[in-house]
């Protein structure tokens, strides 16, 4: 009978999914916010990447609020986890080939996840893609030594700090008179590394918060002990 | 075969595999994979929605400014998705960790089960005095650990 329903469900999703993709036509929409926004953010963002004018320029406030929903499940996955007893039994040490490579792969991913947030508002990429990679550069080595604990306080500290002065710039925004997360500071020349005014230091910020969390999520899942 | 027909039914296949696996399976670690392959549908659908043929990604290189660029703003949103859709998998597997933990079991009639008895035992009552008590479905003899 559950069964019966669910694929009834199914078959009306299913249908008033189709009946929406009819009336959608395929490359030829008419664009309406984007090409205002292509036309103007240039001059009113200078962010050489639009994208990243989109989401810290015009929806800063957004962003702020979806590292707000990322920090909420980052703790509630702390929370429900909770710590690992102590003497839990841990995972022996990984071959050969996975330390040497974690130990090889380390610096590097560090540089390149450093790259892409610096380069967030030039070329494709920025403070959450960076900062999953970073994630993943402290990660990995405890993929290969699951002995190794991470230091979970340095972490949130990291965490608090680069969302704290998330919110410092957009307040400083209001100190002159301007709306909440206002770019700030001068833009510079168009495609320069020193450019787009205030968004680079809101890319690192991001950057840093969304790695923490993550890597301090994922080490965090790691360390719960194993279910026999 | 037409490019857009591909695409359109690439996110429709994922949003209702994605569905499907929510409504159909029992298994909480299935549920939650359904809703990561929800996500990559819906994620989908929404850049199909603004692409323009030929356009090009939003971006000026060396002050080069492309004659058709593309919508940023939903580029924009599916990142933001992207991001949330990697924290409620985190947190539905954790969730899912404690419930294998507390019930060793993952099979949601199993747990439900279980979680009847539970109250019915707290509450002091017969679980079969109750009208809304789940039938029993798969009776697994063994000692909850």
Same mark, same amino acid.
């Given at each position: 009978m559950r069964r019966l329903s669910s694929a009834l469900f199914l078959l009306g999703l299913g249908l008033l999914i189709a009946a929406i993709f009819q009336t959608m036509e395929f490359g030829s929409v008419a664009p309406i916010a984007g090409q205002a926004i292509n036309a103007v953010a240039a001059d009113q963002v %200078? *962010? *050489?990447n639009f994208v990243t004018a989109v989401v810290l320029g015009y929806r800063g406030f957004d962003t702020l609020l979806e590292l707000t929903i990322l920090f909420t499940a980052a703790t509630a996955g702390g929370l429900v986890l909770g710590k690992p007893a102590a003497g839990a039994s841990r995972d022996p040490d990984s071959g050969f080939i996975l330390r040497a490579g974690a130990d090889l792969f380390f610096p590097l991913l560090l540089v390149v996840g450093l790259y892409i947030i610096l380069h967030g508002h030039l070329t494709p990429g920025g403070g959450f893609q960076g900062g999953v990679i970073l994630a993943s550069a402290f990660f990995i080595p405890i993929l290969a030594r699951p002995g190794t604990s991470m230091d979970h306080r340095r972490v949130s500290m990291i965490e608090g700090f680069a969302g704290a002065s998330f919110i410092f710039i957009g307040l400083l925004a209001m100190l002159g %008179?301007? !709306?909440? @997360?206002t770019p700030l500071l001068d833009k510079g020349e #168009? %495609? !320069? #590394? @020193?450019? *787009? %005014?205030s968004l680079p230091l809101l890319y690192i910020a991001v950057g840093l918060k969304v790695g923490s969390e993550l890597a301090g999520l994922l080490a965090q899942l790691s360390e719960t002990e194993a279910i026999d | 075969m037409d490019t857009g027909l591909i695409l359109f039914t690439a996110a429709f296949g994922l949003i209702l595999i994605g569905s499907a696996g929510i409504v159909l399976s029992t298994h909480l670690v299935r549920i939650i994979f359904g809703i990561a392959l929800l996500e990559a549908g819906a994620n989908l659908l929404l850049l199909l929605a603004t692409f323009r043929e030929g356009s090009s990604a939003p971006i000026i290189v060396d002050g080069r400014i492309p004659a058709a660029m593309a919508d940023p703003v939903p580029q924009a949103l599916v990142l933001t998705a992207i991001v949330i859709g990697v924290g409620i998998l985190a947190l539905a597997l954790s969730l899912a960790l404690r419930v294998q933990r507390a019930y060793?079991?993952?099979d949601l009639r199993e747990v439900r089960q279980r979680l009847e008895q539970d109250i019915a035992n707290e509450a002091g009552?017969?679980?079969?005095?109750?009208?809304d008590a789940p039938q029993a479905v798969v009776t697994r003899q063994e000692d909850p650990a």
């Open positions: %200078g *962010a *050489a %008179g301007k !709306a909440f @997360l #168009l %495609g !320069a #590394l @020193l450019s *787009a %005014g | 060793g079991t993952l009552i017969d679980m079969s005095s109750s009208r």
